[in-house]
Every structure is written in structure tokens, then in C-alpha cells.
């Protein structure tokens, strides 16, 4: 095989050219690729080959743009010069497919003439999760081949398609059983002996679905429809307007309209956090000081303890993945309620669709129901859900360590305790780590993971493999009080009830917040725990206005009444018996109340944060800045468009900014703030 550079390939197998790209890990289109395409494309020129195959090593064709190059000088060899060459190319190109053709990588298949797949073959344009859209031809020429309105669904979701549904709707050619380079190569003989035309996907609008005309009230019925999950994003307009544009314009018209939006998108901020997302998900897995090839502890049964809102959500991460679980519980009753729960859960979900009747059985036949803790003792991991109490959760720990088999890992759900205070209370503080889900546990994406001051690293690695072996996005924190997210949420908290006592309405704290991104604000968000979490009747002295709140008998959305009232359907009104009770609050303490305007609000709910996350790095309770915005995005709805406290801080206001306003309202600012981060 010659090699045309370090990464491309060109081999002749009869008379059929092949062009093999390796450039692990996923063959993402790098300068050294492009180049070596275009030198490939060009040695053939003068060649005798009847056509050429293009197919991948490793585990991918090509994944798509490099995006680490993206926002940097442009080098080498331009990605449409690679494709031009692929589709003016006077001999049958055909494209070989396996993993993933995504992006730039299935852009540069629909310059094929043919395209075959293997039978796992994944197709899709993903560039709205980085804040984009195709930008090489993927919004013309997909829909010449889908359809517009299919279209449309995969350029702003991201979604992929399936090898089978690819053959039906006409993306590939051929799935091809065995070898894919000799099934290629197979068809690419067929195309030749039966004189196959050179198909161009640009020159075939007939697949398009209908005019402009035709097709407008599709779009506007599907910008409708979509407003709520499009919210705050550039891109997924962006898209639609590019399939409008295949639509409505001549191809080269429409390649046009899609490189202007395109670059719009590329030098946007919103692109630059999501790329920044992209890349930290991925570091938030690598665990500064252990080697990468460490290998997790088996996993293959779990003990929950507590069967409360968060033990069943824990407990369903695991039946879900096909790993037994038992729940364990002090009451039948608690234990009931919590599996029937759990039971419920998952029969709503099959009956959206998601998966069989007989799937809920699957799972549930999974979990062991418990009433006594010697149960765990087969246990590989247990995790403790009960109640935020110090002396309740090493009580617990005492007995575990006298039931768990040795090596078994002990972890603690709790959200703001020493995980080291904790693991003292066993003599085995080497196994116990702290596993912090976020409610509802099922659902949320993100996992802290604790790391004692004794952890061993082998457990610590267990722990974040289990959180990925459950779909999970799981961080490293370090013990301190509320590890990263609730350390900085209680930040903002505080701050939220500051500024309500000093005049801004609960409503107008929340809009701010909302109207930055945030599914919801400080108040919407107490409203929906529940303001008396935590409140004791018996011990409440009106100190604070939540006490006062409770007393009234204002409990959140749980009665209809807190902060805002609350209609059968849920829908809030600020209530004027919470307004009156904060004025008479602030009047008592002798606060001056004044107008405050929607900047200050966010600014001061929002940089005291920062200032948290920069102490929290500074401390190093979080190694890396990007872990902090992968915490608060996916546990606390941060918009993803922001990147993250710790990005938007540094790209967006500026750190400068955020030093002023912090000295102004008096607070210590961290050095880092000062100084700035890696
Ligand atoms: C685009 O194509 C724009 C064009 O329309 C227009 C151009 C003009 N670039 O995810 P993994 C790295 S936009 C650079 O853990 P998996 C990744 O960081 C692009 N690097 O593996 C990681 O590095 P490390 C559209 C990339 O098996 C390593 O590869 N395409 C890229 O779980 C392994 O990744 C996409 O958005 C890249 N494109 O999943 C596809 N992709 O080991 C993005 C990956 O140092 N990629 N890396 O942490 C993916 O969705 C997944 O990586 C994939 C494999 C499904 C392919």
C-alpha cells in the first residue's frame, strides 16, 4: 500500500483504486487528512483504475471535522477542494461506511457517487451540538436524498440514522455482509461491468419533498412546534434556513446561503462554549495521577440503602443496565412505597414508548426488595441514600463495614458531608468514596464523584466507570462542604434572598435567571422541593422568611402555595401572601427596600459563583476548570450555549468584570479569579 502522507493511503486491488484513511482515534478530516485526500485524488489522475473505493481503518469512517482545529488558522488542503475532486472524478467513487460517518465525514460520502455500509453503520450531522450546522454541503445535499422535512429532523436534532433506514431512504447503496472493503470493492466492480452513471447527490432534486411554497408550512409548523427546545440556541435556526434555502434555491445558490450562515455560527461565542462542552465531557472522565489503562474493579450487584426519591432513582441507573440491585429499607412500608415507585417509573416510560411491558419485568425482576442490611453482604458497590445526617450515615458505615465482603465499595450519596468523617467510621476508608446524584437520579445526567482523602485510586476509578457504565457525565470532586455544585449553588442562594430582601420580587429573580438560560430560578426551584425541607414546626422561631413562610403554611407546589400559587396545571402566579411576609420581614429588620435592575440581579446571583469555582479550583476540589461547567450544566441546567460559569466567565463578561463587581459588593476574590486558569 503507498502512503500518500502519514494518515491516507492508496492501494490498487485489480483495477479498482482504494483510498484508506488512518488517523485514529475516529479519522476526524485534520489538515494531514484533507491533504492526504486531495494528494490521493490527485494521484489518480492519469491513473488507469475504473473506480475508487474510500473506506477508513479503526473503528470509524470519518467522524466528522477535526473540531480542535476549528477557530484556529486554516492549513492545508480546504475540505470542498477534497470533495470537488471526489465528485468531478472521472471514475465511480463509492464511499465504504462503518461506525459513524458524522459531519464533514458524511458530507464528504455524499460527494461519493455510491455509498455502502456495514450493517451497524451510523449516519448523521451532529454539528447543532456544537453550536453549527453542516458546513460543508451536508444542508443541500442531505435533503436531496431524505427529503427536506427529514432533513430538517436530523440537521437540528443530531440524531443519526441506522445502516437499514440509510438503505431504505436511499443514503446507501448497498449494506454489504463480511469484509467491507471487499464488499466495496465487489460493488464498485458491479458499478463498472453495468456502466453505472457517476450519480451526483447536487444534481437530483427530486427527492426534495416539494417547493417552497409546498414546504412552508411544514417549516413554520416545525419552528412552532420545536420553539421551547430551540430556545436561546443560534443554531438549530440556522439549519432550518439552510433547508430552506436546498429547498429553495438552485444547489450551488443554496451552498452559498449555508457557508454564510455557517461562518455566522463558526464565530459566534454560543459555537465556542459548546465545542469548549464537547472536549470537557470528555476530559471530566481523565483523573489527574491515575494511569489511563486503570482497570475498574467487577461491578455486577449493588445495595442501595434507602428507598426514598433518591435510593430509587439510583437504584433504577443500575436494573436499567441490566445490574441487580438490592434496595434496602428499615420499614416494609418505606419499601413498598419506594419499589412501587420505581415500578411506576418504569411502566410510564414503556408506555411513551421506550420500551416493552415485558422489558419493566426485566428490570424489576432485577431488584431484591430488603428489610435487613446483612443482605449487602454480596454486594460489590453499595450506595447509602438516607437522610443528610451525620451521625444516621456513620452509624450506617459502622455496620456496613462489619456486613460487606472485603473489597466491597461503600459509597455515600450524601450532598454536602465529609466523605472523610464518613469513611472513618469504617476501618476501611480505602473503600468508601461518595457517589452524589442529582434528583431526580434517573434522569440527571451528572454524578460527583467523591475523592477521600484515603480513597483508593482503583475504587475512585470503579466509581466513575459505573457512572459511564449508567450513562452517566461523572466529575471529580474533592471533599469540602457541597463538593462543586452545591458549594457554588449556595453562593447564588444566598445572594437570590439577599436581593429579595432589598427589593427585587422572587419573580423578577427568577426571570433573570430563566431569561439567561436556566430551566428555572432560586424561587421556582424552593417552590418545587419544598420550602420545608428541613423546617421543623416545632423548633421555628420566625428567624428567617422561610420560617415565617412555613409557619403560614406555604409549602411549595407540593400545597399550591409558596413563592407563587400554583393551578391544577401548575401554572404559577407570584403570590401576594409571600410578597407580604418578605416586606414585612425586610421592614422589621430595618432594610431599605429599592428598585433593583435586571443586571445587578444576574451579575450579583451569578459572579459569586464564579468566585466560588475559582476557590474550589485554587483548593483543588475540582481539577480542572472545564470539570466545573460540565458539573453545572448537566446538574443544574446551565445553558449549554454558555459553556459552563468557569468559560462564560473567562470568554463572555470577562474576568475583569467579574473582579470589579464582586470588590464593589465587598467580596474576598480569589487570587485565580484574578490571576486566571489553565
Ligand atoms: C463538522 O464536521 C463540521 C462540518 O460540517 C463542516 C466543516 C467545514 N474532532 O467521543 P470519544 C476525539 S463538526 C476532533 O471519546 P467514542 C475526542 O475528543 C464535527 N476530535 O469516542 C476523544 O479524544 P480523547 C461533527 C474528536 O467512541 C477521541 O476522539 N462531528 C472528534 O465514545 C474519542 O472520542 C461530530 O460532532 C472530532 N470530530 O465516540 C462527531 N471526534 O481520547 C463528534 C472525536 O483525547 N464525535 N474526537 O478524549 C463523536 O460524536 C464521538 O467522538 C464518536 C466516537 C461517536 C465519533
Known sequence: MAAINSVVYLESQG???????????????????????????????????????????GRTFIAGADISEFGKAPRGASLPVVQDAMESSPVPVIAAIHGTALGGGLEVALCAHYRVSDAKAKFGLPEVKLG????????????????????????????????????????????????LTAGAVAFAQRVVAEGRPLKKVRDDASKLG????????????????????????????????????????????????????FMKLM?????????????????????DGLPADMQPLPVKKVGVIGAGTMGGGISMNFLSVGIPVTIVEQKQEALDRGVGVIRRNYENSAKKGRFSMDEVEARMGRLTPSLDMNDLADCDLIIEAVFENMAIKKDIFG???????????????????????IAAATSRPESVVGMHYFSPANVMRL???????????????????????????????????????????????????????????????DRVLTDFGFPMGPFQMSDLAGLDIGWNAETSKG?????????????????????????????RTPNPDALAIIDAYAAEKGINRRTIDDQEILERCLFPMVNEGARILAEGKAQRASDIDIVWINGYGWPVYRGGPMFWAENDVGRARIVEVLEKMGEEVSPLLKDGWK
Open 210 to 261: 416539494g417547493s417552497a411554497d409546498e414546504l412552508a408550512p411544514f417549516f413554520a409548523e416545525f419552528r412552532a412546534k420545536n420553539a421551547k427546545a430551540f430556545n436561546g440556541f443560534d443554531a438549530p435556526e440556522a439549519n432550518i434556513k439552510c433547508i430552506e434555502a436546498a429547498v429553495a434555491l438552485p444547489f450551488d445558490e443554496g451552498l452559498k446561503v449555508e457557508r454564510s450562515e
Open 543 to 571: 428567624e428567617t422568611v422561610r420560617d415565617r413562610l412555613c409557619e403560614a403554611g406555604l409549602r411549595g407546589q407540593k400545597n399550591g402555595k409558596g413563592f407563587y400559587t400554583y393551578d391544577e396545571n401548575r401554572n
Open 15 to 57: 483495477d479498482i483504486a482504494v483510498i484508506t484513511v488512518n488517523s485514529p482515534p475516529v479519522n476526524a478530516l485534520s489538515a494531514d487528512v484533507r491533504d492526504g485526500l486531495a494528494g490521493a485524488f490527485a494521484a489518480l489522475a492519469g491513473h488507469d483504475a475504473k473506480a475508487v473505493v474510500l473506506v477508513c481503518a
Open 447 to 509: 454524578l460527583e464523584v467523591v475523592r477521600g482523602e484515603k480513597t483508593d485510586p482503583q475504587v475512585l476509578a470503579t466509581a466513575m466507570a459505573m457512572g459511564k457504565a449508567t450513562g452517566k457525565i461523572a466529575v471529580v470532586a474533592g471533599v469540602c462542604h457541597g463538593f462543586i455544585g452545591n458549594r457554588m449553588l449556595s453562593r447564588r442562594q444566598q445572594q437570590a434572598n439577599l436581593l429579595m430582601l432589598e427589593g427585587a420580587a422572587p419573580a423578577d429573580i
Open 399 to 421: 455496620k456496613l463495614d462489619q456486613i460487606a465482603k472485603p473489597g466491597a465499595i461503600l459509597a455515600s450519596n450524601t450532598s454536602y458531608l465529609d466523605v472523610d468523617e
Open 267 to 287: 464565530t459566534g461565542l454560543q459555537s465556542a462554549a459548546q465545542r469548549h462542552v464537547f472536549f470537557a465531557e470528555r476530559a471530566a472522565a481523565k483523573i
Open 132 to 179: 453549527l450546522l453542516p458546513g460543508a454541503g451536508g444542508t443541500q445535499r442531505l435533503p436531496r436524498i431524505v427529503g427536506a422535512k427529514k432533513a430538517t429532523e436530523m440537521v437540528t436534532s443530531g440524531a443519526q440514522m441506522g445502516a437499514r433506514d440509510a438503505l431504505a431512504v436511499g443514503l446507501v447503496d448497498e449494506v454489504v455482509d463480511g469484509d
